[in-house]
């Protein structure tokens, strides 16, 4: 364990500098703006790289020990941890695309790209921003560019999935305002993979939501939150959810960084279930479809 991580540390030493093709710099003044100068920015990427090596390498050693025989094919962590600079270094679209396909070449199923590289990935990019180690720039660009992998990997991701099932119908969309979507994209992908029919366009308001519930049959509602700063809000939604819903006996999934953190959220707010991931999400979906039939 102890060799595999000091070889893993020694790869995110040698993977070399962080280049700025196609970078977007937004104006000085920003509230967002990245560091400008050399100096500034060597300074940021040394912090990234110091959280990398003490932080994440050692979770994604231990995670895939524990959760992987050897013989498994996935993505091994260093791929995710050089996944990780790729995006934060706002590499050329070609260069990203490559990464994935090599990881692809190695034998590693599109259910495992998406689950063992792209979400740990989302994971840690979200760290980082909390520690103030990458803007929020660097986060909207990386969770946008992993956006269009799913999209593009989404044919094969499909290929053997079941027809949809228009008695099956889903609402899965972040609270309105919400930025944070990649999680509920994988959850959404997942259930239309598995015959669901899936909506996920977000909401401006609360109003326009209530009045697709009022219109629509849902089985169920899907919401996600990456913070308890909105936790309030949740149970609010939660509750209009249900009295605005054609279907009085809706089901509510809720899923999210914070309820992970603490499980006992899912009742403070009023939900069914927490998903901790796409295919719990949908384990739980089938289980709600079962009970009431």
Same mark, same amino acid.
């Given at each position: 364990?102890?060799?595999?991580?000091?070889?893993?540390?020694?790869?995110?030493?040698?993977?070399?500098?962080?280049?700025?093709?196609? $970078?977007?710099?937004?104006?000085?003044?920003?509230?967002?703006?990245?560091?400008?100068?050399?100096?500034?920015?060597?300074?940021?990427?040394?912090?990234?790289?110091?959280? /990398?090596?003490?932080?994440? /390498?050692? $979770?994604?050693?231990?995670?895939?020990?524990?959760?992987?025989?050897?013989?498994?094919?996935?993505?091994?962590?260093?791929?995710?941890?050089?996944?990780?600079?790729?995006?934060?270094?706002?590499?050329?679209?070609?260069?990203?695309?490559?990464?994935?396909?090599?990881?692809?070449?190695?034998?590693?199923?599109?259910?495992?790209?998406?689950?063992?590289?792209?979400?740990?990935?989302?994971?840690?990019?979200?760290?980082?921003?909390?520690?103030?180690?990458?803007?929020?720039?660097?986060?909207?660009?990386?969770?946008?560019?992993?956006?269009?992998?799913?999209?593009?990997?989404?044919?094969? *991701?499909?290929?053997?999935?079941?027809?949809?099932?228009?008695?099956?119908?889903? &609402?899965?969309?972040?609270?309105?305002?919400?930025?944070?979507?990649?999680? &509920?994209?994988?959850?959404?992908? *997942?259930?239309?993979?598995?015959?669901?029919?899936?909506?996920?366009?977000?909401?401006?308001?609360?109003?326009?939501?209530?009045?697709?519930?009022?219109?629509?049959? *849902? #089985? &169920?509602?899907?919401?996600?939150?990456?913070?308890?700063?909105?936790?309030?809000?949740?149970?609010? #939604?939660?509750?209009?959810?249900?009295?605005?819903?054609?279907?009085?006996?809706?089901?509510? &999934?809720?899923?999210?960084?914070?309820? #992970?953190?603490?499980?006992?959220? #899912?009742?403070?707010?009023?939900?069914?279930?927490?998903?901790?991931?796409?295919?719990?999400?949908?384990?739980?979906?089938?289980? *709600?479809?079962?009970?009431?039939?």
């Amino acid at each position: 364990m102890a060799e595999r991580q000091t070889r893993l540390t020694q790869q995110v030493v040698d993977m070399g500098h962080w280049g700025e093709t196609n $970078r977007v710099v937004p104006p000085s003044d920003h509230p967002w703006s990245v560091p400008t100068s050399v100096t500034e920015r060597e300074k940021r990427l040394e912090d990234i790289r110091q959280a /990398v090596e003490a932080d994440i /390498v050692p $979770r994604l050693v231990q995670s895939h020990d524990r959760a992987y025989a050897p013989a498994a094919i996935v993505p091994v962590a260093a791929e995710v941890i050089a996944f990780v600079k790729i995006l934060l270094s706002h590499q050329d679209e070609a260069t990203i695309v490559a990464h994935v396909a090599a990881v692809q070449a190695r034998g590693v199923s599109v259910d495992d790209i998406y689950l063992q590289l792209f979400q740990p990935t989302a994971r840690y990019i979200g760290e980082l921003w909390c520690d103030d180690l990458c803007s929020f720039i660097d986060v909207t660009l990386a969770v946008g560019t992993m956006q269009k992998l799913l999209r593009m990997l989404a044919p094969i *991701f499909h290929a053997n999935g079941r027809p949809e099932d228009g008695s099956r119908q889903a &609402l899965i969309v972040p609270l309105p305002g919400d930025q944070h979507t990649f999680g &509920l994209s994988m959850v959404a992908e *997942f259930m239309r993979r598995a015959g669901w029919s899936i909506w996920s366009t977000p909401f401006a308001s609360i109003e326009t939501l209530s009045e697709t519930l009022g219109k629509l049959y *849902f #089985v &169920l509602v899907g919401y996600s939150v990456s913070s308890d700063e909105r936790l309030d809000e949740l149970t609010k #939604v939660i509750r209009q959810t249900r009295r605005a819903s054609c279907n009085k006996a809706i089901r509510i &999934l809720v899923g999210g960084p914070v309820f #992970v953190a603490r499980p006992d959220y #899912v009742t403070r707010v009023g939900a069914d279930a927490m998903g901790t991931d796409a295919p719990h999400a949908l384990s739980l979906a089938e289980s *709600f479809v079962a009970s009431a039939a």
